[in-house]
């Protein structure tokens, strides 16, 4: 076969490799994004996967299927990245929260690797079936409690739980021993049960309610009305916002903090989207020349009709991942 070097963004020219391999991509991001908590990362190690599975594809004797195989080569490459790259935590998974608006905000921690919220228009959650059934494998509480697993456990957890591959497969894929893989995934299971916390209703509401409860939500933002949100939020609602490490716990924190450092008047635009299965918001600052400059994504969690958690993840580097410019020119 003529196979030339494969380029950053290329796909091969090998047309049997990419007609086998290509539909599994979405998913192998989703997976890669569950072991690094970091969506830039996991687009270049799904990159790094189709690489190494061109290359090999020579030797690919179908003892296997093409999907298990590209797992297995997916799998190694984030452990192996993981050797040299720490936990990506949010600001909840660090210290307290603060119940009082008026205590004073920590610096920036640029230098911590955060937590990266994913797209679902990159992980292949445009199938409405599989929206449901995986819905859990990609929601923030999760992806951040599997930050407190090792690597290995991770791996194990999400084969296992997540992708259901049966645990002779899984003990293939990591070269090991299926009692090996028992172990890791006993151990696994408890340290999450300690990390992810509970939420009693993972149900969203319907889409006409979460369709209002969403505009009502861009709309006190951007008039600045703390008092058009409370009603949107829970009593216990929380809120963080990396890379500044603290973060608040119940609606009058909340509400205070929003009210008296973050509202003014058509400051915000706000673009609805969706992240890791659930309701999302690109964020974009008016520079004051009329434009709006990105400025973040924030995720919220809905328990009911109401909000329970606003993760705002102020990088601007992760608007391009949803698909959206850098900036907006006087749009409401």
């Known amino acids: 076969?003529?196979?030339?070097?494969?380029?950053?963004?290329?796909?091969?020219?090998?047309?049997?490799?990419?007609?086998?391999?290509?539909?599994?991509?979405?998913?192998?991001?989703?997976h890669c994004y569950r072991m690094l908590g970091s969506i830039h990362d996991a687009e270049d190690l799904v990159q790094e996967t189709y690489l190494r599975a061109w290359r090999a594809f020579d030797r690919f004797e179908g003892r296997s299927s093409v999907r298990r195989w590209l797992y297995k080569i997916a799998t190694r490459a984030c452990l192996t990245a993981l050797e040299t790259r720490s936990r990506r935590p949010l600001p909840s998974g660090l210290g307290a929260p603060s119940d009082d608006h008026r205590v004073a905000l920590a610096p920036r921690e640029p230098s911590v690797a955060w937590l990266q919220p994913a797209p679902d228009a990159l992980v292949g959650a445009d199938d409405p079936a599989a929206i449901a059934a995986r819905r859990t494998g990609v929601r923030l509480a999760f992806i951040a409690a599997l930050q407190f697993l090792s690597a290995r456990q991770r791996a194990v957890l999400t084969l296992r739980d997540v992708l259901a591959f049966r645990t002779a497969e899984v003990a293939e894929m990591l070269e090991t021993t299926t009692a090996a893989v028992d172990s890791t995934l006993r151990r696994a299971r408890a340290r999450l049960a300690e990390a992810e916390p509970v939420e009693d209703d993972l149900a969203e509401p319907d889409a006409e309610t979460r369709r209002t409860l969403l505009d009502n939500y861009v709309d006190a933002f951007t008039r600045a009305d703390p008092d058009a949100l409370i009603n949107l939020l829970r009593a216990d609602v929380e809120m963080e916002m990396p890379p500044i490490p603290t973060w608040f716990t119940g609606r009058r924190a909340v509400v205070g903090f929003l009210a008296s450092r973050v509202f003014r008047r058509d400051l915000w635009r706000m673009v609805p989207t969706r992240a890791n299965g659930q309701p999302a918001l690109v964020v974009y600052k008016c520079t004051g020349d009329g434009r709006y400059e990105a400025y973040g994504v924030q995720v919220l969690t809905l328990i009911g009709a109401r909000i329970a958690r606003i993760a705002a993840f102020n990088d601007p580097s992760l608007v391009p991942t949803f698909g959206l410019t850098p900036a907006l020119t006087g749009q409401r």
Not at 3 to 29: C, N, Q, S, V
């Open 1 to 30: 076969m003529d196979r030339t070097p494969l380029g950053e963004a290329e796909m091969p020219p090998d047309t049997e490799f990419a007609t086998l391999a290509e539909p599994f991509r979405p998913e192998l991001l989703a």
